[in-house]
């Protein structure tokens, strides 16, 4: 089983901070994506990385992909409490359906 | 509104009582997939499916059993409910390798 962990498992910050959440594997993966869930509600697609060293923004949020495929990142500039939620970080293996999930980093901002 | 419904919301079983978990997606996805999410372990993937008449196992299937007869509907079957079942499930769906998923609500499922 690859093992996505991911770091830190818990974040809390005040509005206007910048953080950044980790995603790691030992494993190479051919796509990772990034996910945000709030309470009573499924995961939402943030983004899907495919090369090596990819870097994506949304709006406030820039992920990158690792060079070696084995990693990742997320990057959020000036937090606002609507970030509040959950981060999970899924990668895939070319050719293999599943998905596999990191552990998750619960992020609360605070005004 | 597009997107995956699962039914029901919340639910307590007795040990040993089983039950179904509905998932309807009307977005014409062909892959399918059941998660399970527990403190502190993540999403945790039960069953998928790649297109109708096609299911396999993923991480945890033990306890669990699916069938997808059609493109649009992938139901999971507790056969005999344990305590251990007691977790948050979660259907989802998608159209392509590089896509990603949509999720459903979820279910809050509790075994007593």
């Known amino acids: 089983t690859q093992l996505l962990e991911q770091s830190p498992q818990f974040l809390s910050i005040q509005e206007g901070e910048n953080l950044t959440v980790y995603c790691n594997s030992s494993?190479?993966?051919?796509?990772l994506q990034w996910y945000r869930q709030e309470p009573g509600e499924g995961p939402v697609l943030l983004v899907t990385?495919?090369?090596?060293?990819e870097v994506k923004k949304l709006k406030r949020l820039t992920f990158q992909f690792g060079d070696a495929r084995k990693d990742s990142s997320l990057h959020i500039t000036a937090a606002q409490t609507g970030d509040t939620g959950l981060y999970l970080c899924a990668g895939r293996n070319t050719g293999f359906q599943k998905l596999v999930f990191g552990t998750g980093t619960r992020l609360l901002v605070s005004p | 509104n597009a997107g995956v419904t699962q039914t029901p919301k919340f639910q307590v079983l007795k040990t040993g009582q089983s039950m179904t978990l509905q998932c309807a997606q009307d977005m014409n996805h062909e892959y399918m997939s059941w998660y399970r999410q527990d403190p502190g372990m993540g999403l945790r993937l039960i069953h998928y499916?790649?297109?109708?008449?096609?299911?396999d196992q993923g991480e945890v299937p033990n306890g669990y059993n699916v069938s997808r007869s059609t493109t649009e509907d992938f139901p999971l079957r507790l056969l005999s409910a344990a305590p251990s079942q007691t977790s948050v499930y979660f259907c989802?769906?998608?159209?392509?390798?590089?896509?990603?998923?949509?999720f459903g609500s979820g279910t809050r499922l509790t075994v007593v």
């Open positions: 499916s790649v297109g109708a008449g096609i299911t």
């Open positions: 989802a769906s998608r159209s392509g390798e590089y896509y990603g998923y949509t």
């Open positions: 990385v495919v090369t090596g060293g």
């Open positions: 494993s190479v993966f051919s796509s």
